[in-house]
């Protein structure tokens, strides 16, 4: 937790934004619950929700609060433990004095949320809330709004219509850019997942069950962290983004995609992700590949500034990316023409970065399109841009992924090919040669600086083809 001033500030920012937006009314805050997973008593690991983290800081389950932004109080709903939680949980600060060091003069019983809302609706007050992100707090809000739980989570991209756009706005003013003291615990966040990337790299041994890695790494993550801050990817078939299973060997010759995060007992995330050979050498079709990722990768860091737009950046790194495949001859023609026609999709269908801070997809709950889109920008229809997460003017304090990858997909090359897409552009006779390539991804976080950018954590990992080799072989 911060000191108190900090929530007071940040609650005090909420309440001026909500206002200069034209908001009235009450301010509805539901933090989370354990999660049985089986039964009752044998729960999920507990996680409190990332907005009542940054606002309240009370790291507890059964929180809720309410800001009356007519008349400024503020109340905090808990209950205090009875004797039979203190014999099996032992004891715990009452819940006053736990508001008390956020900042909080004013408490009630959890059960006083319910006629405290219903109140406020008789009088025909606004009830603001954030889009629900646990099941929870979807039922929760329900019964407090007379909504269906379907309807308090995010639609997609687009977020929650029935969700406070002024309440959305303003946390999202907020939360993208980072304090300094934020910034400390992202640093030391990402210098965890350093060492915990670095352990998975030196346990890569051809014959070895890739789960080993996976547990070995995921290890370092609770001895030092809370754990992951999302669910490991480590595979040879890096053609799929998200897989998640480990029971596959390690083979030689392969290339291994490792992306994964460390999630630190103060609840902020890291997330890098590098591209290993199994072998401890990249074969020379391997190296091309890599160097051209390698070289996006660079190359968008050092355009991300402020004042530039993060699409813009994804642009000049698709338009690099598409200048090195040239080079192999797996595309042709004009390069400006198949950046317009969205051909770097066919190889990079996911966008550059996302933004990262306490969720390692940060505020995606609330919405993608208002996290990550700016005034006046709007989604991309091409496959590839049009995953962009992040495509706001970069500012000082916004903390983003720089994530450029290749992949070879055969299904979606396939169905390229049948529809005719590209055909003017792709050499689909020599894609068919990389069928059985998988996938390239090099991914470090960022720090957007008065001056430029800084890479985050105190070791950038090994990323230069050569400078792999070297970490592999030792």
Same mark, same amino acid.
């Given at each position: 937790?911060?000191?108190?001033?900090?929530?007071?500030?940040?609650?005090?920012?909420?309440?001026?934004?909500?206002?200069?937006?034209?908001?009235?009314?009450?301010?509805?805050?539901?933090?989370?619950?354990?999660?049985?997973?089986?039964?009752?008593?044998?729960?999920?690991?507990?996680?409190?929700?990332?907005?009542?983290?940054?606002?309240?800081?009370?790291?507890?389950?059964?929180?809720?609060?309410?800001?009356?932004?007519?008349?400024?109080?503020?109340?905090?709903?808990?209950?205090?433990?009875?004797?039979?939680?203190?014999?099996?949980?032992?004891?715990?600060?009452?819940?006053?004095?736990?508001?008390?060091?956020?900042?909080?003069?004013?408490?009630?019983?959890?059960?006083?949320?319910?006629?405290?809302?219903?109140?406020?609706?008789?009088?025909?007050?606004?009830?603001?809330?954030?889009?629900?992100?646990?099941?929870?707090?979807?039922?929760?809000?329900?019964?407090?709004?007379?909504?269906?739980?379907?309807?308090?989570?995010?639609?997609?991209?687009?977020? =929650?219509?029935?969700?406070?756009?002024?309440?959305?706005?303003?946390?999202?003013?907020? /939360? *993208?850019?980072?304090? $300094? #003291? %934020? &910034?400390?615990?992202?640093?030391?966040? =990402?210098?965890?997942?350093?060492?915990?990337?670095?352990?998975?790299?030196?346990?890569? /041994? *051809?014959?070895?069950? $890739? #789960? %080993? &890695?996976?547990?070995?790494?995921?290890?370092?993550?609770?001895?030092?962290?809370?754990?992951?801050?999302?669910?490991?990817?480590?595979?040879?078939?890096?053609?799929?983004?998200?897989?998640?299973?480990?029971?596959?060997?390690?083979?030689?010759?392969?290339?291994?995609?490792?992306?994964?995060?460390?999630?630190?007992?103060?609840?902020?995330?890291?997330?890098?992700?590098?591209?290993?050979?199994?072998?401890?050498?990249?074969?020379?079709?391997?190296?091309?590949?890599?160097?051209?990722?390698?070289?996006?990768?660079?190359?968008?860091?050092?355009?991300?500034?402020?004042?530039?737009?993060?699409?813009?950046?994804?642009?000049?790194?698709?338009?690099?990316?598409?200048?090195?495949?040239?080079?192999?001859?797996?595309?042709?023609?004009?390069?400006?023409?198949?950046?317009?026609?969205?051909?770097?999709?066919?190889?990079?269908?996911?966008?550059?970065?996302?933004?990262?801070?306490?969720?390692?997809?940060?505020?995606?709950?609330?919405?993608?399109?208002?996290?990550?889109?700016?005034?006046?920008?709007?989604?991309?229809?091409?496959?590839?841009?049009?995953?962009?997460?992040?495509?706001?003017?970069?500012?000082?304090?916004?903390?983003?992924?720089?994530?450029?990858?290749?992949?070879?997909?055969?299904?979606?090359?396939?169905?390229?090919?049948?529809?005719?897409?590209?055909?003017?552009?792709?050499?689909?006779?020599?894609?068919?040669?990389?069928?059985?390539?998988?996938?390239?991804?090099?991914?470090?976080?960022?720090?957007?600086?008065?001056?430029?950018?800084?890479?985050?954590?105190?070791?950038?990992?090994?990323?230069?083809?050569?400078?792999?080799?070297?970490?592999?072989?030792?």
């Amino acid at each position: 937790m911060f000191n108190k001033l900090t929530y007071t500030r940040r609650r005090s920012a909420l309440v001026a934004g909500m206002k200069a937006r034209g908001a009235s009314g009450l301010v509805l805050f539901v933090g989370n619950v354990d999660a049985p997973a089986q039964y009752r008593d044998n729960c999920y690991k507990y996680r409190q929700d990332s907005n009542w983290i940054y606002f309240f800081g009370i790291d507890e389950p059964r929180f809720a609060a309410t800001i009356d932004l007519d008349n400024g109080d503020e109340t905090v709903y808990a209950d205090d433990f009875t004797i039979d939680d203190i014999i099996w949980m032992g004891p715990t600060p009452s819940v006053a004095s736990q508001a008390a060091e956020v900042g909080v003069e004013h408490t009630a019983a959890y059960s006083a949320l319910d006629e405290v809302v219903a109140k406020a609706k008789a009088q025909g007050r606004s009830i603001h809330f954030l889009p629900a992100s646990r099941y929870y707090q979807a039922m929760k809000l329900a019964s407090l709004t007379g909504l269906a739980p379907e309807d308090t989570f995010s639609k997609g991209k687009t977020g =929650c219509p029935a969700a406070s756009l002024p309440m959305v706005e303003s946390v999202i003013a907020l /939360r *993208l850019i980072k304090e $300094e #003291q %934020e &910034i400390a615990l992202i640093d030391e966040a =990402c210098t965890l997942g350093q060492k915990m990337h670095s352990i998975a790299r030196d346990n890569i /041994r *051809l014959g070895i069950k $890739e #789960q %080993e &890695i996976v547990g070995a790494m995921e290890g370092f993550a609770i001895a030092k962290g809370w754990g992951v801050s999302f669910a490991t990817i480590l595979t040879q078939h890096g053609e799929i983004f998200h897989c998640h299973s480990h029971d596959a060997l390690v083979e030689d010759g392969r290339l291994m995609v490792i992306d994964a995060g460390l999630e630190s007992n103060d609840h902020y995330a890291s997330d890098f992700t590098r591209t290993y050979p199994t072998g401890g050498k990249y074969t020379s079709k391997q190296r091309d590949i890599y160097q051209i990722v390698y070289e996006c990768n660079e190359l968008a860091f050092e355009l991300s500034r402020p004042g530039t737009s993060y699409r813009d950046v994804h642009l000049a790194m698709a338009r690099k990316m598409l200048e090195g495949l040239k080079s192999l001859e797996l595309v042709r023609g004009d390069v400006d023409e198949m950046l317009a026609q969205g051909v770097a999709g066919l190889f990079m269908p996911h966008g550059l970065g996302h933004n990262m801070g306490i969720d390692v997809h940060d505020m995606e709950d609330l919405g993608e399109n208002l996290v990550g889109y700016g005034s006046g920008q709007s989604r991309s229809s091409q496959l590839g841009l049009g995953s962009l997460r992040m495509a706001r003017i970069l500012e000082p304090g916004h903390v983003i992924t720089d994530e450029p990858g290749i992949y070879f997909i055969p299904a979606l090359i396939e169905s390229w090919k049948v529809s005719g897409q590209g055909k003017d552009f792709i050499n689909y006779d020599k894609l068919k040669t990389y069928y059985d390539f998988g996938g390239i991804r090099l991914e470090d976080d960022v720090l957007i600086t008065p001056d430029g950018a800084r890479r985050l954590g105190a070791n950038r990992l090994p990323i230069a083809p050569d400078d792999v080799e070297a970490a592999m072989a030792k």
